[in-house]
């Protein structure tokens, strides 16, 4: 009899053993990465364009 239970007693310990923590997960974090603006050219432009404007539209009064 102890022949025959020794070998499945030692297999149920070890197959416990196995599965005794369970699953593990492992999830990664997202990486947030932080966007580049779309419009930073917008204002470099719209100053240029005014400092365009200022030196043709300058003052060209002549006094009379």
Known sequence: MKKFVAPILALAMSTSAVFAGGPVVVEEEPVV?????RSGWIV???IGLVVICAVACGNDDDPE
């Open 33 to 37: 990465e932080a966007a580049s603006p």
């Open 44 to 46: 470099p432009v719209i």
